[in-house]
Nanobody, 124 residues
């Protein structure tokens, strides 16, 4: 069973940047649809960004467009990244990566494997 491990979270000032990584135990990053979700305090898990299974097409939540960039290592197919710029306090939360055997979907229930999450805290 594939395992996903997120890293790169931390405390950053508003306006700063972080780069999250998601490393898979198997070569699934290039073979499955992948996505980043986040859970803000007191809120449900929400879709942040995703990459399609077949053509590397990326999609972003409106809140992430223009600030976040998803990429993946297409050489080893085991690592996905989320570059986050111009962070605001609204971006605070636990960030998770997940895989979907079909295609990118904003519904977290459609994803199979999840990492344990990495905490991102943006201070004002």
């Amino acid at each position: 069973q594939a395992q996903l491990v997120e890293s790169g979270g931390g405390l950053v000032q508003a306006g700063g940047s972080l780069r999250l990584s998601c490393t898979a135990s198997a070569r699934i990053v290039g073979n499955y649809a992948m996505a980043w979700f986040r859970r803000a305090p007191g809120k449900d898990r929400e879709f942040v960004a995703g990459v399609s299974r077949n053509n590397n097409a990326t999609s972003y939540a409106d809140s992430a467009k223009g600030r976040f960039t998803l990429s993946r290592d297409n050489t080893h197919y085991n690592t996905m990244y989320l570059q986050m710029n111009s962070l605001t306090t609204e971006d605070t939360g636990v960030y998770y990566c997940a895989d979907n055997g079909y295609d990118v979907n904003t519904d977290p229930s459609q994803y199979t494997h999840w990492g344990q999450g990495t905490q991102v805290t943006v201070a004002s």
